[in-house]
C-alpha cells in the first residue's frame, strides 16, 4: 500500500545548526511529494513540493529532491531559526481512483537561541 | 474569502451526541477535503468531493460519519451518537482542481473533544 515514514521527534536545534529531516515513502507509480508545515496554532501550510524523480523543491531555505531510487523526500535547511519551529509533515498524493493525501506522524522541531 | 475556515473551531460533546462540522472552502475550488488528526499524529483522509459528488469516502471511519457537499461550496461533517475515540482535530481542505501538482489549502480545524 501506500505510506510515508518520517523520522521522529521531536528535533532540537540550536539557531543557525543544520537541519535534516528524513523521509521515506512507499508507493505505486511516482507520486507527487510535499512538505508541509503546522506553526503553533496555525493550519497546515505548504511548504514545498516535487513532482517528479529529480527534482527539487525549495521554499524559504528549506529544500528537498524527490530521489526514486532510495524512496526519499528529505527536507533540509542549512541554517534554522528559532521561527522555523514548528511541526514538519512529509506527504504524498493519491490520484489513482481518489485524490488525497497520505501524510507521515509528523516531526516537531524546536529551534532554541 | 481569503482561506479556507471552519467552524465551530472547539466542539466539546457528551458521548452519544450528534455533532456537526462546518468547512467553507476557497471561492472557486472544485475539490474539497475532510481529514481526521489525531493528537501527535498525521492528517488522515476521511473523504473527498468533486464539487457536489462525494467520489471517495473510503476513510470515514464508521457509518456514524456523515459528509455532505449539496451545492458544491460549503460541506459539513456530521457525527452521530459521538464516541471518545471520535476525540481529534477534523480538518478540512480543499483544492483549486484534481490534479497532482495542486496544493490543497487547509482550514484550522475544529478540535472535537468528547467527554
Known amino acids: 500500500g501506500n505510506s510515508v515514514t518520517q523520522m521522529e521527534g521531536p528535533v532540537t536545534l540550536s539557531e543557525e545548526a543544520f537541519l535534516t529531516i528524513n523521509c521515506t515513502y512507499t508507493a505505486t507509480g511516482y507520486p507527487s511529494l510535499f512538505w508541509y508545515v503546522q506553526y503553533p496554532g496555525e493550519g497546515l501550510q505548504l511548504l514545498l513540493k516535487a513532482t517528479k524523480a529529480d527534482d527539487k523543491g525549495s521554499n524559504k531555505g528549506f529544500e528537498a529532491t524527490y530521489r526514486k531510487e532510495t524512496t526519499s523526500f528529505h527536507l533540509e535547511k542549512g541554517s534554522v531559526q528559532v521561527s522555523d519551529s514548528a511541526v514538519y509533515f512529509c506527504a504524498l498524493i493519491i490520484t489513482s481512483g481518489t485524490y488525497k493525501y497520505i501524510f507521515g506522524t509528523g516531526t516537531r522541531l524546536k529551534v532554541l537561541a | 474569502g481569503a482561506g479556507v475556515s471552519q467552524s465551530p473551531r472547539y466542539k466539546v460533546a457528551k458521548r452519544g451526541q450528534d455533532v456537526a462540522l462546518r468547512c467553507d472552502p476557497i471561492s472557486g475550488h472544485v475539490s474539497l477535503f475532510w481529514y481526521q488528526q489525531a493528537l501527535g499524529q498525521g492528517p488522515e483522509f476521511l473523504t473527498y468531493?468533486?464539487?457536489?459528488?462525494?467520489?471517495?469516502k473510503s476513510g470515514l471511519p464508521s457509518d456514524r460519519f456523515f459528509a455532505e457537499r449539496p451545492e458544491g461550496s460549503v460541506s459539513t461533517l456530521k457525527i452521530q451518537r459521538t464516541q471518545q475515540e471520535d476525540s481529534a482535530v477534523y480538518l478540512c481542505a480543499s483544492s483549486l482542481r484534481r490534479t497532482a501538482s495542486y496544493e490543497q489549502y487547509f482550514g484550522p480545524g475544529t478540535r472535537l473533544t468528547v467527554t
Open positions: 468531493f468533486q464539487n457536489e459528488a462525494q467520489l471517495d
